[in-house]
Antibody, heavy 123, light 109 residues
Framework: QVQLVQSGAEVKKPGASVKVSCKAS????????ISWVRQAPGQGLEWMGW????????NYAQKLQGRVTMTTDTSTSTAYMELRSLRSDDTAVYYC????????????????WGQGTLVTVSS | SYELTQPPSVSVSPGQTARITCSGDALPKKYAYWYQQKSGQAPVLVIYEDSKRPSGIPERFSGSSSGTMATLTISGAQVEDEADYYC????????????FGGGTKLTVL
């Protein structure tokens, strides 16, 4: 069965960086993309970006350009999301999701989601 | 930046039909997807490509799209359908970003 298992909760100080992992199993990792979505406390869902697990191509949300980097390790079927220069409004639950879009220009469904990783930014 | 607009809340009695709308200028050209999120849980895909239902999703969930509005319909809503619902789509102007609607809290009581 398809599973996405994310790393554990993090507490970071403003200005620091955080790297969240998402280990996939139960499917051919390189046949799909991975999207990252975050949700601030009591707020809605925010799409952060997408990465192709096949070739590493990325598509980031404009508001996060320059602060976010998404990567994959095909040897371990793991995706990573690094967010830098953290601010208090980056406090959120971060989700990875399997994305049927396989190219930058392809928009498709997110059908399996990780359990979420709480990142708290506080001094 | 592109936006999808949803009503903040919808309320129905059990057994009634709930309709949740999502408005966006690019919806005539781009598919809408719908996600259900119960409190403290990850989102679940309930409708893809405007009107298709993933396996395991009850038949009471259906979707449609006309012009600049997509609609999620829950026919005979159950108490367990109480959740937040989000539409998801993308712009058609060449901007490759994806967006979620603001979410609609469905209350069934």
């Amino acid at each position: 069965q398809v599973q996405l298992v994310q790393s554990g909760a993090e507490v970071k100080k403003p200005g620091a960086s955080v790297k969240v992992s998402c280990k996939a199993s139960g499917y051919t990792f390189t046949s799909y993309g991975i999207s990252w979505v975050r949700q601030a406390p009591g707020q809605g869902l925010e799409w952060m970006g997408w990465i192709s697990a096949y070739n590493g191509n990325t598509n980031y949300a404009q508001k996060l350009q320059g602060r976010v980097t998404m990567t994959t390790d095909t040897s371990t079927s793991t995706a990573y999301m690094e967010l830098r220069s953290l601010r208090s409004d980056d406090t959120a639950v971060y989700y990875c999701a399997r994305d049927w879009g396989t190219q930058v220009t392809t928009f498709d469904r997110l059908d399996y989601w990780g359990q979420g990783t709480l990142v708290t930014v506080s001094s | 930046s592109y936006e999808l607009t949803q009503p903040p809340s919808v309320s129905v009695s059990p057994g009634q039909t709930a309709r949740i709308t999502c408005s966006g200028d690019a919806l005539p050209k781009k598919y809408a997807y719908w996600y259900q999120q119960k409190s403290g849980q990850a989102p679940v895909l309930v409708i893809y490509e405007d009107s298709k239902r993933p396996s395991g999703i009850p038949e009471r969930f259906s979707g449609s799209s006309s012009g600049t509005m997509a609609t999620l319909t829950i026919s005979g809503a159950q108490v367990e359908d109480e959740a937040d619902y989000y539409c998801y789509s993308t712009d058609s102007s060449g901007n490759l970003g994806r967006v979620f609607g603001g979410g609609t809290k469905l209350t069934v009581l």
